[in-house]
């Protein structure tokens, strides 16, 4: 049985082939749908070491050469946030098309869904302790704002859980359920909120967790309640495909494109970043 959907929390349910229709329901009331144990622990560990050794490269070359600040984020001894990852791993371009989660992604946004971005997050409390705000919706041109309200689903977000976040106070993924539908925006000082925005609600689930959302969410990470707390996620966003492509594409190789990719990933880019063009829409 599933759990009723309320606007008070997303709903958890257990990940399985595809959203039943109390899913479809829970992501389109909500804008939020939690799928607990979606990875197996073996595989989030594999996860974890792979981004241990991007963190370790990534870094380096940051301290070699600056510009590279541009694609890893340092904020810290420890905290970074990588962002383009599959050329820094296997196992992270493996997840584009993860046949778990496909079912989902097409059915919620589009059966010929497109890839927008991804990227990897390390946080360790004792460095983000006072972190406050941070409230935002996703999307260019200011989150989309201009195709007015409520803000169509142009962006589906999925962000996994890799270490464990069942309890509150670790830099919890943080969302106000229901607000892709609002037609006004939150004040400015409800924004600056450093531990709750009226209505939130930090998602708490076990490492392997995934978590889909609606791109006009209004979401923000907790603060921690702890220096010893840390948050390790992965984000990927799809979105439809005549959508015209995010402009990071162009950071990965042409290599990557033309020969790392499986012919069914391959339908999930863009055709203009492959070597000649590709011209299709799904």
């Known amino acids: 049985m599933y759990p009723t959907a309320t606007p008070d929390a997303p709903a958890r349910v257990p990940a399985h082939a595809g959203p039943?229709?109390?899913e479809r329901f829970t992501f389109?009331?909500?804008?939020?749908?939690?799928?607990?144990?979606?990875?197996?622990?073996?595989?989030?560990?594999?996860?974890?070491?792979?981004?241990?050794?991007?963190?370790?490269?990534?870094?380096?070359?940051?301290?070699?050469?600056p510009d590279e600040a541009r694609l890893t984020l340092i904020n810290g001894e420890k905290s970074t946030r990588l962002l383009y990852i599959l050329e820094?791993?296997?196992?992270?371009?493996?997840?584009?098309?993860?046949?778990?989660?496909?079912?989902?992604?097409?059915a919620l946004i589009n059966p010929m869904p497109h890839y927008h971005a991804s990227d990897a997050i390390l946080e360790h409390g004792s460095e983000l302790m006072a972190r406050k705000g941070g409230?935002?919706?996703?999307?260019?041109?200011?989150?989309?704002?201009?195709?007015?309200?409520?803000?169509?689903?142009?962006?589906?977000k999925v962000g996994y859980y890799l270490t464990d976040m069942t309890q509150p106070g670790n830099g919890n993924l943080t969302v106000v359920p229901c607000s892709h539908k609002a037609k006004h925006l939150p004040s400015l000082r409800d924004l600056d909120a450093q531990h709750t925005h009226p209505g939130s609600v930090q998602v708490c689930?076990?490492?392997?967790?995934a978590i889909l959302f609606h791109n006009a969410l209004w979401h923000a990470a907790a603060p921690y309640a702890s220096p010893a707390h840390r948050r390790t996620m992965l984000y990927y966003a799809y979105e439809h495909p005549w959508m015209v492509g995010a402009q990071g594409h162009w950071n990965y190789s042409k290599d990557f494109y033309n020969r790392s990719l499986t012919p069914a990933q391959r339908k999930l880019f863009h055709g203009f970043v492959f070597d000649p063009p590709e011209q299709r829409w799904g």
């Open 88 to 106: 820094d791993d296997p196992l992270f371009l493996e997840l584009v098309d993860w046949a778990p989660l496909m079912p989902y992604v097409k």
């Open 135 to 156: 409230w935002h919706i996703d999307g260019n041109d200011q989150g989309y704002r201009g195709f007015g309200w409520p803000i169509p689903l142009l962006q589906l």
């Open 20 to 22: 039943t229709s109390a």
């Open 28 to 65: 389109e009331n909500t804008g939020c749908l939690v799928l607990e144990n979606f990875l197996q622990p073996d595989h989030v560990a594999r996860l974890l070491a792979a981004l241990d050794r991007a963190i370790v490269r990534r870094r380096a070359k940051v301290a070699v050469n």
């Open 205 to 209: 689930a076990p490492a392997g967790s």
